[in-house]
């Protein structure tokens, strides 16, 4: 199986961007246009971008793996490649810094699969530049939490 791996560094304490990448409704402002699930292991997730004259598209998933502030694990149910994962590994890199490391995952050893492999490693590169924006732009992002 293969990977693609990508560090990214943020001018942001931990905390908030770990906030800001497991509090389901702060997805719906960076990720996607609609997001269910709360991170809970064996929990279920579904993403949904809405595409315009495309149509919409929605992927599933399940939490596999969480460790606050330092790990999460999602596995899609109904990736076109297989059994793919996500795994976001956090770190403090400094005092207010952080790095995010994504790892997606899971993809048979086939070139045929190299579209999937590459659309994921941009994918991700475009939404973490959507995600400093919004860090940028929302110094305090707990308004969107829906109080529990």
């Known amino acids: 199986m293969r990977e693609t791996r990508s560090v990214f560094d943020f001018n942001e304490p931990i905390e908030r961007l770990w906030s800001a990448i497991t509090v389901y409704e702060v997805l719906t402002h960076w990720l996607a246009d609609e997001v269910r699930g709360r991170p809970k ?3 279920d997730f579904s993403w949904t971008w809405k595409l ?3 149509g919409d ?3 599933h998933g399940t939490y596999k793996k969480i460790v606050p502030g330092k790990e999460l694990i999602m596995e899609w149910k109904d990736h076109p490649a297989g059994d793919i994962f996500l795994q976001l590994l956090f770190e403090s890199a400094a005092p207010g810094k952080s790095r995010l490391t994504v790892v997606n995952g899971g993809y048979p ?3 045929a699969f190299d579209v999937w492999m590459n659309g ?9 530049t959507h995600l400093v924006s919004f860090l940028k732009e929302n110094p305090d992002f707990t308004k969107f939490a829906k109080k529990t």
């Open 41 to 43: 292991e064996g929990g």
């Open 57 to 59: 598209f929605t992927t």
């Open 120 to 128: 994921a490693k941009e994918g991700w590169e475009e939404q973490v």
């Open 109 to 111: 050893n086939s070139d």
């Open 52 to 54: 315009g004259i495309e």
